[in-house]
C-alpha cells in the first residue's frame, strides 16, 4: 500500500509540474499591448486547399488571435516555421489540432477555432496549407511580420 501511495503521490507531483517544463522560459513583454484579430480562411480549389489572405501580414513580437475557418473537404495543415512552437501558443479551440512536430495546426474537414499565440520577430516566412490527402502539392502563402504600430 506503501508503494501505491508514493506512486499516486510521484504522478500528481509530475502532473502539478508538467505545465511549468512545458512552458519553458516565460516570454518577454509584448512589443504593443493590443490584441488584433486576424481571420485566416481555408477553402478547396481544383483539389487543393487555398489559404486566403495568401498575404498575411500580421504585428511582430504581439499577441494575437487567429480566427480560421475552413470550408475544406478533407483536414488541412497549417505550419509556418518556428510560429506554433509551445512557447509561443497561449490557447487553442475549436476544430484545430496541434501537429505532433509543433509546427502547425491540423485544421479539421469543415472546421474552424481560434488560435492565441504571441507572433515571431520582424521578418519574412512562408507559409502553408497542406491537404492530408495531397501532401505534394501545399498553398504557399507568405507570412509578413512587421513592426507593430504604438
Sequence with gaps: MLTFSRGVAALVACLAAGPAFAQGKPLPPPASDVTPPVELTVSMKDGKPVC????????ADTNIVLTIKSSADTPVVLTAPG?????????????????????G??????????????????????YAC????????PFKGKLILVPPAN
Design 52 to 59: 486566403d489572405p495568401a498575404e498575411l501580414r500580421l504585428p
Design 83 to 103: 510560429q506554433f512552437e509551445n512557447g509561443l501558443i497561449q490557447h487553442a479551440d475549436g476544430d484545430l489540432i496541434h501537429v505532433e512536430s509543433e509546427k
Design 105 to 126: 495546426y491540423t485544421i479539421k474537414q469543415n472546421g474552424q477555432g481560434t488560435l492565441r499565440l504571441r507572433t515571431m520577430k520582424a521578418g519574412e516566412e512562408t
Design 130 to 137: 497542406t491537404s492530408t490527402r495531397d501532401q505534394g502539392a
